[in-house]
């Protein structure tokens, strides 16, 4: 198994950066075509939204293609899986003065947390996994190399020598 560590370096960059021709021989990246692609039909309206809100920003940063479809309605489906979570616990909330939503008493009377903040905390957490796969966190754009260009010409690489 593979230990974790340092997401690796696309391998053009590591040409020209000077890395160990033995290292970057053998590599041989796939490059999809950029472009975005086709909604999926079954997202909700609010997994939509986000949809057509960040596919025209990931484009023109370089990290979408058109193989990419499957992680981003996965992202948006966990946004708006996470969305709906919270606002159902706003408006418990609004009736719970006492443990604003946080906790619910079970049909035996004992106090446990409220399901719905399980579940909109586990999708908060898948939907900031499939952003950092697209490079949407400060931290994330720190790590990535993107090409805006991606798709429209050759290999840099190959440009560079």
């Not at 033995?22 to 309206?45: F, Q, T």
């Not at 293609?65 to 969305?83: E, K, P």
């Not at 905390?121 to 090409?147: H, K, S, V, Y």
Request: hydrophobic letters at 40%; aromatic letters at 4%; one cysteine or more.
């Amino acid at each position: 198994m593979p230990t974790r560590g340092a997401k690796p370096k696309p391998t053009a960059l590591r040409v020209i950066q000077g890395t160990r021709k033995s290292n970057i021989a053998a590599k041989h990246e796939p490059k999809p075509r950029a472009g975005i692609p086709p909604c999926p039909s079954h997202l909700d309206a609010r997994a939509r939204e986000e949809w057509n809100r960040i596919t025209p920003e990931l484009l023109a940063a370089g990290v979408l293609s058109t193989i990419d479809g499957a992680v981003l309605a996965s992202y948006c489906v966990a946004y708006s899986r996470w969305q709906d979570a919270e606002d159902a616990l706003a408006r418990m909330k609004a009736r719970d003065k006492l443990t604003a939503a946080l906790m619910i008493k079970t049909t035996n009377g004992n106090a446990i947390q409220n399901p719905l903040v399980g579940v909109a905390n586990r999708a908060m957490l898948l939907c900031q996994r499939f952003a950092c796969e697209f490079g949407m966190t400060p931290a994330a754009r720190a790590r990535i190399e993107a090409d805006p260009n991606h798709g429209n010409e050759q290999d840099p690489a190959q440009a560079y020598f």
